[in-house]
């Protein structure tokens, strides 16, 4: 079948087909074939590459140099972007079509990468997103002989057509403000004007990073995680009372209900549970900006589900990596997982029509038109 290829690509070089009459008067000609081995999805391929007498044509298919079949690297990023490490896809590809390819070939693949990395987390991005939810995954990577745990933060946005959108992802040993504040500048620089509201997860040094830098932006505590966080201090037996108690205080119609339900749950639990209240009142001011939508539109905003379903999908491709032998390895795996992933990013996320027409009457001075 290659060859079938190649052949018709030199007649459409040479302009007339193989013992074709025109070819007489042409000046240029057939000049027998070359031999070629190639690595393919058969194991070791021979094949016959055709030539002309000047030398002029250039094979497309397999072009000069290349000792395996188009798409090989392809297949090999695919099983990198899953998880697999150096020694799983050297074995899987010589399980599945017999060849035999050496580490230093994966690295090769794999590294090219890293300029497209580079290039995505550089790129220009859109003036206006409405939502950003901001999380992070936490890796081991060796670094100066020594396995260090680090946090990868991800920045997930929702564009004004409710497409997710990863902006960019950083890595750094300890977060804080000073940490967040040149991230976020990143993103300014690369052309993020305005955030309308920015769900984070009580991140250290987020939220006034945040602030900092877009003054407008209408900070939102994950409920799920300040859930999460309350019922560590609560034993089995009241965990579920007391998970409805708190959820009746987040999903009151008004902040003035709201309110009201966090200081009847303080006159019940604490006695036992002081801890609980006291955390709430302290997170308030960023409990309470979910109360200016109505319901269907506070579960696209109260929650990091968006991103924590990304980083569902990225601990499966991670898992396998124990290890990662540097900070770039750990760009290339997930850069290459979040290509996989985009690709079902094909829908608004739900309820987004109505959510689009709120912002723009909640934030009409800021809505682009």
């Known amino acids: 079948m290659v060859e079938r290829c190649l052949e018709t ?56 140099g290349q000792t395996r079949l188009e798409g090989f690297d392809v297949k090999i990023l695919a099983l990198y972007a899953r998880g697999m490490t150096t020694r799983d ?3 899987q590809l010589q399980e599945l079509y ?35 939810y901001v999380d ?15 946090a990868l933060y ?41 955030i309308f509201i920015a ?30 966080n309350s019922l560590r201090y609560v034993s089995y037996k009241h965990m579920k009372v007391v998970a409805t108690d708190l959820k009746a ?12 339900n966090l200081e009847l749950f303080a006159e019940k639990w604490d006695a036992l549970y002081p801890n609980i209240s006291k955390s709430w009142r302290a997170h308030w001011t960023r409990v309470i900006p979910l109360f200016a939508f109505p319901e269907d539109i506070r579960k696209v905003i109260y929650t990091t589900n968006a991103i ?20 770039e390895a750990v760009y290339k795996v997930v850069y290459l997982a979040m290509r996989t992933i985009a690709k079902k990013w094909t829908m608004p996320i739900r309820d987004w029509k109505a959510a689009l027409n709120r912002f723009a009457v909640e934030f009409a001075e800021r809505f682009p038109r």
């Open 9 to 64: 690509e030199l007649d459409t070089h040479l302009g007339y087909p193989k013992h074709g009459h025109k070819g007489n008067a042409t000046g240029n000609s057939r000049n027998r074939h070359s031999q070629k081995t190639l690595k393919g999805e058969q194991g070791h391929v021979d094949i016959e590459v055709p030539r002309d007498r000047q030398s002029t044509y250039e094979p497309q298919l397999v072009k000069k």
């Open 89 to 91: 896809i050297q074995a």
């Open 98 to 132: 017999g060849v035999e390819v050496s580490p230093a070939l994966i690295f090769n693949v794999t590294e090219a990468v890293m300029d497209e990395v580079r290039q995505w987390q550089t790129r220009p991005l859109e003036p206006v997103y409405p939502i950003v």
């Open 136 to 150: 992070c995954l936490v890796v081991n990577v060796r670094e100066n002989q020594r396995v260090l745990k680090k």
């Open 154 to 194: 991800l920045v997930l946005a929702v564009n004004l057509d409710g497409q997710k959108e990863l902006l960019g992802m950083w890595m750094a040993q300890t977060e804080g403000a000073k940490f967040w504040l040149s991230v976020l500048t990143e993103l300014q620089n690369r052309g993020v004007k305005d």
């Open 199 to 228: 769900c984070v997860d009580g991140l250290t040094g987020l939220p006034e990073a945040i602030e900092t830098v877009y003054p407008q932006t209408r900070v939102q505590l994950c409920m799920v995680h300040l859930m999460r």
């Open 249 to 260: 205080i987040y999903s009151a119609s008004t902040e003035a209900e709201a309110e009201f």
């Open 308 to 327: 924590e379903s990304v980083n569902m999908s990225l601990r499966k491709v991670t898992r396998n990596h124990r290890i990662f032998p540097s900070d």
